[in-house]
């Protein structure tokens, strides 16, 4: 019997490569906004950044569940991320002004 392969993705931030659970994945929507996927499944462009040191201990403990966690980008990646430039890079497009503006959750999932 094999292992199951656990999907690895980078932070924009800090370039650690983290396990995909790990992190906050964030997309460009239509009116230039980046907005947290909590879902992970809106359309778009998405890119990663670190969660914050406490949800990722919660994360490998096994304590909650994926669906459970409320999900905060890590403020340092963030930052990072901005001084970098790693948004233009990740949207391929021109992005103004740096920081995630809203949360979005589908109601009934």
């Given amino acids: 019997m094999s292992l199951k392969k ?3 993705r980078t932070c924009i931030g800090c370039s650690t490569i983290r396990p995909k659970r790990e992190l906050a994945r964030v997309v460009l929507d239509q009116t230039g906004s980046i907005i947290l996927d909590v879902s992970g499944r809106l359309s778009g ?3 990663y950044l670190c969660r914050t040191d ?3 201990e919660a ?3 096994g304590l909650k ?3 459970d966690l409320k999900v905060h980008a890590n403020p ?3 930052e990072k991320a901005g001084q970098k430039r ?3 890079k990740a949207f391929r497009s021109k ?3 740096i920081g995630i503006v809203t949360y979005e959750k589908k109601e009934g999932k």
Avoid: M, W, Y
């Fill in 6 to 8: 656990i999907p690895l």
């Fill in 45 to 47: 462009r998405g890119a």
């Fill in 54 to 56: 406490g949800e990722i």
């Fill in 59 to 61: 994360v490998q403990k």
């Fill in 65 to 67: 569940k994926k669906e």
């Fill in 76 to 78: 340092a990646c963030l």
């Fill in 86 to 88: 790693a948004f233009n």
């Fill in 95 to 97: 992005i103004k002004k």
